[in-house]
């Protein structure tokens, strides 16, 4: 089993800096990636940015520059500095990590998904 939970979601004002967390728990082999993705209000979910084990980053081309993604591989944890935050940039954020673990049949990756933590970015 492997949880993946997310925290530092908040309300901040226009302007401001949260910093998301993200930690994998339970049967971890090993991460393959980890990264964000975000939900508004009424849209579709999109990618934030993702990170891999190298170190290797993809962001969406549009929150270059003010928001970054790291990772502490010894404490499989992900994080998302955001600045210069904007009220569109409201919106449940999501944890996403692909994990290996073990199985009857050897090593297997697959997909995870945290609950989500809100980030309201309101005056």
């Known amino acids: 089993q492997v949880q993946l939970v997310e925290s530092g979601g908040g309300l901040v004002q226009p302007g401001g800096s949260l910093r998301l967390s993200c930690a994998a728990s339970g049967s971890v082999l090993g991460i393959v990636a980890m990264g964000w993705y975000r939900q508004g209000p009424g849209k579709q979910r999109e990618l934030v940015a993702a990170?891999?084990?190298?170190?290797?980053?993809n962001y969406a081309d549009s929150l270059k520059g003010r928001f970054t993604v790291s990772r502490d591989n010894a404490r499989n944890t992900v994080y998302l500095q955001m600045n210069s935050l904007k009220p569109e940039d409201t919106a449940v954020y999501y944890c996403?990590?692909?994990?290996?673990?073990?199985?009857?049949?050897?090593?297997?990756?697959?997909?995870?998904w945290g609950q989500g933590t809100q980030v309201t970015v309101s005056s």
């Open positions: 996403n990590a692909e994990i290996s673990i073990a199985t009857a049949w050897g090593r297997s990756d697959y997909n995870y």
């Open positions: 990170i891999t084990t190298g170190g290797i980053t």
